[in-house]
Nanobody
Framework: QVNLVESGGDSVQTGGSLRLSCATSGYTFSTYCMAWFRHTPGKEHEGVAAIDSDGSTDYADSVKGRFTVSRDNAKNTLYLQMNSLKPEDSAMYYC????????????????????????WGLGTQVTVSS
């Protein structure tokens, strides 16, 4: 059974930092492109960062230079280091795998496909106050 569990979300002030974790099980994590998405009510899910099995990464323009995605294949865990947080970063953050994406790039990933394949967690809330 595939299982993804996010943790590390919290309430912080503008300029603060958080490190999100996503513990996974039930599939061969090391071979998968993994991604972080975020969602706020009334908006579509937004891809934030992705990391391929070879360690190559992709970021949304809004987080470049502030967020860093990484993975520990020995622990089957995905991470997202978030620095210089802004109020607009407030959202529910999800880790996910779009197994049918043609490449490990956010622009070709689909939240609809992710939910169809059920490779996503329940999320962790990040709130940034000004």
């Amino acid at each position: 059974q595939v299982n993804l569990v996010e943790s590390g979300g919290d309430s912080v002030q503008t300029g603060g930092s958080l490190r999100l974790s996503c513990a996974t099980s039930g599939y061969t994590f090391s071979t998968y492109c993994m991604a972080w998405f975020r969602h706020t009510p009334g908006k579509e899910h937004e891809g934030v960062a992705a990391i391929d099995s070879d360690g190559s990464t992709d970021y949304a323009d809004s987080v470049k230079g502030r967020f860093t995605v990484s993975r520990d294949n020995a622990k089957n865990t995905l991470y997202l280091q978030m620095n210089s947080l802004k109020p607009e970063d407030s959202a529910m953050y999800y880790c996910a795998a779009d197994r049918r994406a043609p490449s490990c790039l956010l622009e070709v990933m689909s939240w609809v496909r992710i939910t169809e394949e059920n490779y996503w967690g329940l999320g962790t809330q990040v709130t940034v106050s000004s």
